[in-house]
């Protein structure tokens, strides 16, 4: 793979300098947590961005441009934080497009884009996204959302977990679960949302806990309310994975006959090796996540990919980043001229093809990518043996379910 040379520029970012290319470079920007809680996923979005823009300058470039990468550390995501990092990067002469897996939960950055004029793509929280953006689709022409509509994360673990029972892969016994969540954006809508469908399907919610955001020492008083009512379904959307795993862990000293549901942490590669074997028999699901199946080639031979340049699997962001980053060369390929801002997200706007995760397609109404089967899906995964196995939607699946080893059907 070839290597990027790395300096710190004068705004305050990192500049992953391009090979020399006789042709006028532009720049892009990263905002990534390169430091902090999350800074597996912001090497995951450092990566896919290199890689997609080695690819093309190797090719020569787009409309006589080749491409530098500058990237600025969002840190913990903090609201002072991530202002700091885009400010630094909309201050950089020469950058004409901005991109994130997530920098803000909160999406409050889309609001920097748009007085700056910024072509941005997002991979965040699409709720906040589009609370944003509908207040005014004009105002906001410079920004979209690459994570599909988030509806899915609070509807379809309910009707996932009830078609394996209907399936006798699992028994419910009174259809009780315990949600835990983290008290941030992301983690308390999806819970929220999530207990809704769980009461409208008559299931009992048996504990309700919600913990400050941030570091999580121990979860040992929350399990103890846990093991009391031993639930059919534990679920927990505290995102962050040393979080996750502490909180897998600390569980199976003392396991309950349930099924546990961790919301996006299994997804990202430190999960595993802070967990071990431990992580076997547990599941997830993910909008926008790389279809790693025979069923959806071009996730599978991006996932290989991936793995092979950078010796490490790809989590949700990687592959993402890259196919991101691409949907801006294809603007520019179709514009010519990366100045001309609005023609450029207008053509990002535009773009209508297969991803990683799906056939991409983007709501004019929102400027959300869509989210359906035939879309972006929801999909369901289960760590098996520290393998990712797809089980559902059937149509991509490249595995089945498997009972957890610490229980009993």
Known sequence: MKQHIVSICAAGGLVLAAPAVWAEVTKIGLLAPLTGPSAADGQEFVNGVNWAVDEINEKGGIAGYTFEVVVADVKDGSAANVSSAAERLLGTDGIEFMLTGYASLSLFEVDLMAEADMPYIAAGPSPSFAAITTQDID??????????????????????????????????????????????????????????????????????????????????????????????????????PGNSALFLNQFLDSPTNSLVFLQYAPSVPEFVSLTGENSTGVLYNLINAPLN????????????????????????????????????????QAVGDPTDRKAIAAAIGQIKRPTAAGNLEFDPDTHVALQSNDHVPVSFWQIQDGERVLFEPDAYANGSFMLPPWMSN
Not at 298 to 309: N, S
Request: a negative charge; one cysteine or more; proline letters at 3%.
């Open 139 to 240: 105002y906001y022409w410079c920004c979209w959302s690459y994570t599909a509509s988030f509806k899915g994360y609070e509807t379809d673990v309910r009707p996932a977990i009830e078609a394996l029972a209907d399936r006798g892969e699992i028994t419910l016994r009174d259809k009780s679960v315990a949600i835990i969540s983290s008290d941030n954006a992301y983690s308390r809508t999806i819970s929220e949302g999530m207990k809704v469908s769980f009461e409208e399907g008559g299931w009992r919610i048996v504990v309700d806990e919600l913990v400050p955001f941030g570091e999580v020492g121990d979860w040992r008083a929350v399990l103890a309310k846990v093991r009391d009512t031993n639930p059919d379904l534990i679920i927990n959307t505290d995102y962050l």
């Open 293 to 332: 199946s025979d069923k959806w080639p071009r996730g599978k031979a991006l996932m290989a990919e991936y793995e092979a340049r950078f010796g490490v699997a790809s989590g949700a962001y990687g592959v993402g980043l890259y196919e991101m980053t691409n949907f801006y060369f294809e603007a520019l």
